[in-house]
């Protein structure tokens, strides 16, 4: 008897510092992405809701089973949905327990579900801060944390995409590397068609897309995706 395992859905994570746009923008994909007739779905970020049901930030000791419940439910939704835009993931609790309480214990179990993720997206600093709450710690806390989102992505050889500009301009670049993520089995199978179906033919590495300019000695972005190719 034949035995089917469970789809796998595509995993699209929205990191970043806070105040930087993740939420809105998960949102405005996923309203961008049903209108294309996607199977796609938001997961939360899953402190939010601890803090508006707490009415707390949580604890040091806390922090391990947070970020092992939000890559649970990243996890489900993948199972059940084809397109998953996960609201931050695990790596943004080791990142605060890292700049926070000095805890470096989360990292390796938040890169390894990382590693799920089909595309990273990493929100740019370059909205204004705005507070929330108990969601939000400060302006100051916000270079910091893009040092440490950055450096933990690159130090597990994580490709990502930085996501900038101002309102519809932020949704039209991240689509526009949403769109290279789904457009890559077209590319295997137009490569594979060019080159013939030869042990030649192989599965592109993802890498970003700007959508602002074709300068690969400028733009941030290129800069990035050079570096992990020859592993600076």
């Not at 130090?155 to 457009?183: C, T």
Request: aromatic share 4%; proline share 3%.
């Amino acid at each position: 008897m034949k035995t089917t395992l469970p789809r796998q859905g595509r995993i699209v994570a929205l990191v970043g510092a806070e105040s930087t746009g993740k939420t809105t923008l998960a949102h405005d994909l996923f309203r961008a992405l049903l209108a294309r007739g996607h199977d796609a779905v938001v997961v939360s970020e899953t402190l939010r809701a601890f803090c508006d049901t707490q009415g707390r930030t949580p604890r040091a000791d806390e922090q391990a089973a947070l970020a092992a419940e939000h890559s649970r439910r990243i996890r489900e939704a993948a199972q059940r949905h084809t397109l998953v835009l996960a609201d931050t993931t695990a790596l943004m609790t080791a990142v605060y327990s890292d700049l926070l309480f000095d805890d470096r214990s989360l990292y390796a179990e938040a890169m390894a579900e990382h590693a799920r993720c089909e595309l990273t997206l990493l929100t740019s600093l370059d909205l204004a801060w705005v507070a929330d709450g108990l969601q939000r710690d400060g302006p100051q806390v916000r270079e910091p944390v893009d040092r440490l989102v950055r450096q933990a992505l690159m130090e597990a050889g994580q490709p990502f995409g930085i996501v900038a500009g101002q309102g519809n301009q932020r949704l039209r670049h991240a689509l526009a590397m949403v769109d290279h993520m789904l457009d890559a089995p077209a590319r295997v199978r137009r490569s594979t068609e060019g080159a013939g179906a030869g042990p030649a033919a192989a599965t592109p590495r993802w890498r970003a897309v700007c959508t602002h300019c074709d300068d690969d000695a400028s733009c941030e972005q290129h800069w990035l995706t050079r570096g992990l190719r020859n592993g600076g």
